[in-house]
């Protein structure tokens, strides 16, 4: 798609669906984890590029609730994949102006990269640059259900708005998303973000996750700023 990005009418906030990992590797005669680790390195490229675009917020799915039932191995290598990502960004975090944020259920994750975790969020707490929301071990009726428990035990007397109910989300530092992204041809959201979706444009791509670069993210942008422009601004 042809034309150019209005600077001033960006998506502040970007949510990704990076999917099609399998099917890269397995066009390529690779193994899974081959697939996820070529997915970890075109997010790590993603980022820089996003934030030099302009991008003030990303929120990627890495890792859902129900991603649990794949193999265990399959499991253990994500883990793996998403462990040495973590620890390259806290020893990188001098070169990196991105301040990171994990969403989702830490009880199931294992202990170390829970500690990872909270270490990276404390290193890049300071950062400027694009604040990458990583959703892990995240599901959208996992986080709604969390929330209404903690309203339920903190907020009794109070009246139930959706500006509190909101309050009681992870994402609640951050604002709702204007644009979604799914690679690899899939149309479904996949219980992300169910609640912060509520009003997004969707854009859909059959480019697998590998293979998603900066363009594809500024015809996703045009396309987005397109139907804006249509429909007119809310
Ligand atoms: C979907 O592809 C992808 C995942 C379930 C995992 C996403 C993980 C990464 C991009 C790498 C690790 C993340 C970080 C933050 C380092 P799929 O396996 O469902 O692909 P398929 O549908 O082609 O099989």
């Not at 990303?58 to 620890?87: C, G, H, P």
Request: hydrophobic letters at 40%; one cysteine or more.
């Amino acid at each position: 798609m042809r034309g150019v990005i209005d600077g001033a009418a960006l998506p502040k906030h970007v949510a990704i669906i990076m999917d099609g990992n399998g099917r890269w590797a397995q066009r390529r005669f690779l193994n899974r984890k081959a697939g996820h680790a070529a997915g970890a390195e075109a997010l790590k490229k993603l980022t820089r590029e996003a934030e030099k675009l302009g991008i003030e917020y990303m929120t990627v799915y890495a890792f859902s609730t129900e991603n649990w039932k794949r193999s265990r191995e399959e499991v253990n290598d994500i883990m793996d994949l998403i462990r040495k990502y973590i620890q390259q960004y806290i020893d990188d975090s001098e070169n990196n102006q991105a301040r990171v944020f994990v969403i989702g259920r830490r009880d199931r994750v294992p202990e170390d990269i829970v500690r990872k975790i909270e270490n990276l969020e404390r290193v890049t707490e300071d950062k400027q640059g694009i604040k990458l929301i990583i959703a892990l071990d995240y599901g959208g009726r996992d986080e709604m259900i969390r929330a209404v428990k903690k309203l339920c035990s903190r907020a009794k007397d109070e009246e139930i708005t959706e500006s509190l109910f909101e309050s009681f989300l992870d994402t609640s530092r951050f604002p709702d998303p204007e644009l979604l992204i799914r690679t690899s041809g899939e149309t479904r959201v996949s219980n992300f973000l169910l609640w912060q979706l509520a009003y997004a444009e969707f854009h859909f791509t059959d480019k697998l996750w590998p293979d998603f670069n900066i363009n594809d993210l500024k015809d996703a942008i045009r396309r987005f700023q397109d139907r804006e422009r249509r429909f007119g601004g809310r």
